[in-house]
């Protein structure tokens, strides 16, 4: 069997002359962390060694992978760059991707523990003076290519198409829930309400029930939202803005606003670290919901890993469209909302 022989020496380069200024800028992570995820992930990516080619090494998986994820750069492109054929780089990255997500997701993304979520909690009083923060939640839009099948669905009300990550993120702007791949047109309301999170948090296996006293009400934790999302007793989301809002209701708004701008701060950072999710996605929309979780394990990776990122991505702006209060979620919701703003404006 002939095969095109073909160069590896920037690989080579990059091993050899590379700092970890360059490994973070490029690979958003220094060469101790990269090798540390290789080695997480050597046993789902080693190849056996055949009569006819040598296997290409786990360094060099997950290198074309980081760099396609990071730079969205065309496989013809990261072909010539790392010695492989085109089919070889797409193959690769798509192996990768699985790798990370069957075997990192569940250690990475993950409902916080008891100890855990103490330092959550103490996080968000600590530095937004909110108390029984357990995390914040807020929905993206990631573009994708035109979809062959139901098109429309996709099309979403920003004028491109797109599937939607919903994320909740700690104090320290690492994910613990993504919900992947609902269409672009489906409100965020939709998806939190389809979502396993909302069904353990409404069935209360999702929190404990550690409660702090404010105004005489017995405040549970709770995950801070906007105005897309339901009034709940876990789930807190800013009074109707307008000329009826009094106050003390403007200020609760504004320390919530403050508080939950660690999501928005999450999805700058997601999108600013791995390009390719971005401004589009250019994979087949079978594999998007696939690339976007192994982004959101990686950005977990990479801050558990104190990789520093500059945010020169600005804080998301996608408050999605007001779901209106029923009767039954405001009572279920509105006291505790109610004495957090009393507790706020003393």
């Known amino acids: 069997m002939w095969i095109q022989p073909r160069p590896c020496s920037w690989w080579q380069h990059i091993n050899d002359n590379w700092d970890d ?13 990269f090798m540390e995820l290789c080695d997480i992930l050597r046993p789902s990516l080693i190849r056996q060694r055949t009569h006819y080619r040598c296997p290409v090494p786990v360094e060099l998986r997950v290198a074309i992978c980081l760099w396609r994820l990071a730079t969205n750069l065309e ?3 990261i072909s010539h760059l790392f010695g492989v054929g085109i089919s070889t780089a797409c193959i690769v990255t798509q192996q990768v991707v699985t790798a990370i997500n069957r075997v990192m997701q569940h250690l990475y993304i993950k409902t916080p523990s008891d100890a855990e979520l103490k330092t959550i909690v103490q996080g968000y009083r600590d530095k937004w003076r909110f108390p029984q923060v357990a995390g914040a939640i807020d929905g993206t839009h990631i573009g994708i290519l035109t979809p062959a099948d139901h098109p429309a669905d996709y099309y979403n009300r920003k004028g491109f198409y797109s599937v939607l990550l ?10 613990w829930d993504i919900n ?3 269409p672009g047109t489906v409100h965020d309301a939709r998806v939190f309400a389809s979502s396993s999170l909302y069904h353990r948090g409404q069935n209360g296996t999702l929190l404990p029930g550690w409660t702090e006293t404010f105004e005489g009400v017995d405040v549970p934790l709770v995950i801070l939202g906007d ?8 789930l807190m989301k800013p009074f109707p803005e307008g000329s009826g809002a009094t106050w003390e209701q403007t200020q609760f708004n504004h320390r919530l606003s403050q508080a939950r701008v660690t999501v928005k701060r999450a999805f700058g950072r997601l999108k600013g670290r791995w390009r390719c999710l971005l401004k589009k996605c250019n994979a087949h929309i079978s594999l998007v919901s696939h690339i976007i979780a192994a982004c959101c394990v990686l950005h977990n990776f990479c801050e558990v890993h104190n990789e520093e990122w500059e945010d020169d991505e600005p804080a998301e702006d996608e408050d999605g469209l007001l779901e209106p209060e029923n009767h039954h979620q405001a009572n279920s919701g509105g006291h505790i909302r109610n004495a957090l703003c009393a507790y706020f404006t003393q």
């Open 21 to 33: 200024r360059n490994w973070q800028l490029n690979f958003r992570m220094r060469r101790t962390s």
């Open 75 to 77: 496989f013809r492109s």
């Open 166 to 175: 919903q994320g909740v993120v700690d104090h320290k702007l690492k994910f």
């Open 180 to 182: 992947v791949g609902w």
């Open 227 to 234: 105005a897309a999302y339901p009034l709940l007793s876990w």
